[in-house]
């Protein structure tokens, strides 16, 4: 397994909720006042927030009264080239240097891996930045988290879960250096647990759009746990919600405890 214990909990395993998407999408719902959505999602207490440099700069002191953990976003990740639109094709760039990162303190700096594009030099200049940042944080004691997913046109939405494409691209993100991958859940147990015994790092799933009921998307992460999943990484499927917080506590009880999720969430 990799060196990483993801962050230090008594379990091992991590809640940690997405806050970066600001840098890329702006003022989407739920996120206008960035202020009151970091104060709902800490309020239940996750491991750690995943957010830009600036953003960990900007709310430092928030984030330091807390017992939340910092991981850092190395990369500008947007739907479309308008802002707050999502009309595609992604566009996507290395925003941050390392030093910048590090200057953060952080737990661990997340980068995407995208898959599917058409422009392959797109596609070549975001390896390029994979491995460079797995270069540089070498010996720093950060790990890498590679977030795998399929977004170009060239792979159709019905497979950004389906579990060849989901194998094929875990394998590459470690192959590339990654110490934690961050991954798409491909549906149920079965179909996921031989991606993460194959793979020798740390896997957590990643959230992506709101999938609907809390209840829907809590049956996925107590899945993705059985299978061996070593937490996740979401975002709007917790702060896009009535109330973060109480999602945060059921995540919490799932990843740490093992609760059923009709428990840590009653219908």
Not at 11 to 30: E, F, P, Q, R, Y
Not at 234 to 241: D, E, K
Request: hydrophobic share 40%; with cysteine.
């Amino acid at each position: 397994m990799s060196e990483y214990d993801l962050l230090d909990t008594a379990s091992g395993n991590a809640v940690v909720v997405a806050l970066d998407h600001g840098i890329g999408m702006g003022a989407i719902n739920g996120f206008e006042d960035p202020q009151i959505t970091l104060d709902a999602v800490l309020a239940g207490k996750p491991d750690g927030v995943l957010v830009g440099p600036y953003f960990a700069e900007q709310f430092a002191d928030t984030l330091a009264a807390s017992s939340t953990e910092v991981l850092v976003t190395a990369d500008f990740v947007s739907p479309s080239s308008r802002p707050g639109e999502d009309t595609g094709p992604w566009v996507q760039q290395h925003a941050f240097d390392t030093d910048r990162l590090l200057a953060c303190d952080p737990v661990g700096v997340k980068s995407v891996l995208a898959f599917g594009r058409q422009d392959s030099q797109s596609f070549e200049r975001n390896v390029n930045y994979i491995t460079e940042i797995t270069e540089s944080l070498r010996g720093t004691g950060v790990p890498h988290m590679v977030e795998t997913v399929m977004w170009g046109n060239d792979v159709p939405d019905r497979f950004e879960t389906d579990t060849e494409y989901v194998a094929n691209v875990c394998r590459i993100g470690w192959e590339l250096g990654a110490d934690i991958l961050k991954s798409p859940y491909t549906g149920d147990r079965d179909s996921f647990e031989p991606i993460v015994e194959n793979a020798p790092v740390p896997v957590m799933i990643l959230g992506g759009p709101s999938p609907g009921p809390v209840g829907t998307m809590l049956a996925d992460v107590a899945g993705a746990m059985a299978a061996g999943a070593r937490g996740l990484v979401m975002g709007r499927s917790v702060w896009q919600t009535q109330d973060p917080a109480a999602v945060v506590t059921a995540l919490r009880r799932i990843v740490h405890d093992s609760v059923a999720p009709e428990v840590a969430w009653p219908p």
